[in-house]
């Protein structure tokens, strides 16, 4: 896959929990792999005061990391998420 493609499911994936909510903080964390495991992607939110509420979101194979990452640093840009990334 290509990152631009990437980027458009990741879109798609984060587009009905991302609410918009006043005084809520949206986030998008990427665990990276280990051996041959998957990129795992989540989408975060909570109201300030309150717990983090986390949903998986999308996984992809080990061997398109650089074009996940390419495609969180566009979103991080392009829509202003905060973007944690885990090894």
Avoid: C
Avoid at 14 to 31: D, F, H, Q
Avoid at 54 to 82: F, M, N, Q, W
């Amino acid at each position: 896959m290509n990152t631009e493609s990437i980027k458009q499911e990741i879109l798609r994936a984060i587009e009905p929990l991302w609410k918009k909510e006043p005084n809520t903080l949206y986030g998008l964390r990427v665990v990276l792999p280990q051996f041959d495991n998957p990129v795992g992607l989540f989408f975060e939110w909570n109201k300030i005061g309150r717990a983090t509420i986390s949903r998986a979101i999308l996984t992809y194979p080990s061997d398109e990391v650089e074009a996940v990452l390419t495609a969180v640093h566009l979103l991080e840009h392009e829509k202003g998420l905060t973007v944690s990334i885990y090894k």
